[in-house]
């Protein structure tokens, strides 16, 4: 099995831990209004398993938004933990963030500065308990 170019993946970790920090904040992106803001107009797009929301005009603020980066996760080489592959699955709760990829048979459990603390999931055998784990 070929992984992706890290680099990419580790970007893409970070766009999606902006995102899950982010979205929540939105509106139900639908390009609806939002009372007493403004019409918010977007357009949304998939491309290899990629979706895009791209803000044409408006704001759900009701002005500029600048999006910073708080976390990154990610290394081209390094430690297994923190080398992703397919990242099919991504989610924070009480200060944990959990990641499944799909190339690991685990769910990578990491504190909100990015430190490993732990997989879910157990080997058998050299081989996965849970074969094909699957985000919802």
Known sequence: MT?????????????A???VTTLPACSSGNGSESPGVGEWESEIS???NV?????????????AAI???ELSIGVESGPDAYMFGS?????????????????VPVVR???????HV???????????????????
């Not at 979706?51 to 002005?63: E, L, P, Q, Y």
């Open 3 to 15: 992984k992706p170019p890290a680099s990419r993946l580790a970007g893409f970790v970070t766009a």
């Open 17 to 19: 831990l902006i995102a």
């Open 46 to 48: 998939t491309v290899d």
């Open 51 to 63: 979706t895009t929301i791209r803000t044409i005009s408006g704001s759900v603020w009701g002005g």
């Open 67 to 69: 999006l910073e980066e």
């Open 87 to 103: 990242v099919r699955g991504l989610a924070e709760h009480d200060g944990e963030i959990f990641v499944l990829d799909q190339q």
């Open 109 to 115: 459990v990491y504190d909100l500065s990015g430190r």
């Open 118 to 136: 732990r997989d879910l999931g157990k080997t058998a055998r050299g081989r996965a308990s849970s074969a094909s784990p699957r985000a919802r």
